[in-house]
């Protein structure tokens, strides 16, 4: 595990933050609720996203849960008296945490889910909002919306859709069923499975692979594939062209070139 020196916290310490080599790192910790989220635990999550966003030594972020039994089980349910009650108090519930997700959705770093155990419900429309999924062998994933009687929202399905298809999404959503991550690789929710011992390991490799690499070239891939997804109506071709544009003008350019002709590994400083 990385150096937990520069450790930060939030919501009573059931959200923590940390860096190393590039790499920001959010973990959820209420591993006796599973990390089921609480509205103090989403306002928590949008200070640690806040935080790593304004840090420029951070290239990459990773979401993990802690305990080993969750990524997030979803939403903390014992909180639903008082805050999700009926219509009214669930739109402000929705509210609060949906300008966390918002945030997430529109990160301009890349993002890992690391998944180990359970991911469901609002923690899977966390995971579906990360860039890149990658999960223990054994995990478990699923929407149990239709179990408790309530709605699951527009955007947490258009992500689902988006990834899966309409059919296995219906599956997913009329049934509340839990898929396990080999069915989840398969059907296209998760992008790699790994043995549980070997999950943390290849996650960091990947995510410090990422902050070696040149952080504009990325960002041009990342708003580039944002754009693709868009209605052909909505793309915003000028912000493709300008981003590929910076690329071109870049020292890192010139860098990423000299590195090639002299042999050597490049080093990019995003300008």
Known sequence: ????????????????EHTASGVGIITFNNPDKRNAMSLEMWEGFGEALTSLRDDDAVR??????????????????????????????????????????????????????????FCLGGGLQVAMLADIRLAAHGSQFGIPAAKLGIAYGYDGLKHLVSLVGPSWARL?????????????????????????????????????????????????????????????????????????????????????RQAFMEKRKPQFQGK
Not at 226 to 236: F, I, M, W
């Open 60 to 117: 990459v972020v990773i979401l993990r849960g802690a305990g080993g039994k969750a990524f997030v089980s979803g939403a903390d349910i014992s909180q639903f008296e008082k805050t999700r009650h009926n219509a009214a108090a669930s739109e402000e519930y929705a509210k609060r945490s949906a300008a966390q997700r918002a945030l997430l959705a529109d990160y301009p770093k890349p993002t890992i889910a690391c998944i180990d155990g």
């Open 172 to 256: 997913l959503m009329y049934t509340g069923m839990r898929i396990d991550s080999s069915e989840a690789l398969r059907i296209g929710l998760i992008e790699r499975v790994f043995p549980a011992d070997q999950l943390w390991g290849e996650t960091m490799m990947i995510a410090e692979t990422i902050s070696q690499n040149a952080p504009l070239a990325i960002k041009a891939a990342k708003i580039t594939i944002a754009e693709v997804l868009k209605d052909e109506s909505g793309r915003d071709m000028d912000a493709i062209k300008a981003v590929g544009a910076a690329c071109m003008d870049s020292a890192d350019f010139r860098e990423g």
């Open 1 to 16: 595990m990385p150096d937990l020196s520069n450790e930060k916290s939030y919501a009573d310490g059931k959200i923590l």
